[in-house]
């Protein structure tokens, strides 16, 4: 498998590190003042459209959102090389677009994790599939996003408006990046 970009490397260090934060008994603080929720949006605490990316509920959380992010990043991160901006970029606006979404469809609900990024990540996966590898699931991540949605929809206590938020952005993100220039279809 071809080695992830540095910053999603960067990404899921950070991640592990809030975590052991969290384990090391600031769980409530780190919950209460870094989720995504709206009502404290309201009150100017926008940095939460980011800092939520980063806080996460549980080991299997975590480890199955960084796992995800290993993937897809190493899947992606060859194609978005020609510029060291382009993956951050798209990882920055795949959790800005989760956050979004959640606020917009949960408002009154807060919600953690990378799992808006990892989805994101999964939009531009396609992306590149259909504009650049020949097929719509070309690398499987159809069929992964499809899986995904079902389990977003169907499990209780998962953020629907992160995962399709996250999947929106990344998605028009990676759309931006891949599709061909007019004239070379």
Known sequence: ????????????????LV???????????????????????????????????FVHGSLMHLGFNMLMLYILSSRI????????????????ASLFGGSLGAV?????????????????????VLMYDRFQAGGWNSSGALTWLGLNLVLTFAVPGISVGGHLGGLLAGGLVGWWFFKPAPGLR
Request: with cysteine; aromatic share 18%.
């Open 19 to 53: 975590f052991v934060l969290q384990l090391a008994g600031f769980n409530d603080v780190i919950v209460s003042r870094f989720s995504i929720y709206a009502p404290a949006l309201r009150a100017g605490e926008w940095w939460r459209l980011f800092s939520s990316g």
């Open 104 to 124: 917009f469809l949960e408002p009154n609900l807060p919600a953690i994790g990378a799992s808006g990024a990892v989805f994101g990540l999964g939009g531009a």
């Open 1 to 16: 498998m071809i080695r992830p970009p540095f910053f999603s490397r960067l990404m899921i260090g950070s991640c592990f």
């Open 77 to 92: 991160g060859p194609a978005l090389s020609t510029s060291p901006w382009r993956f951050p970029f798209l990882y920055g």
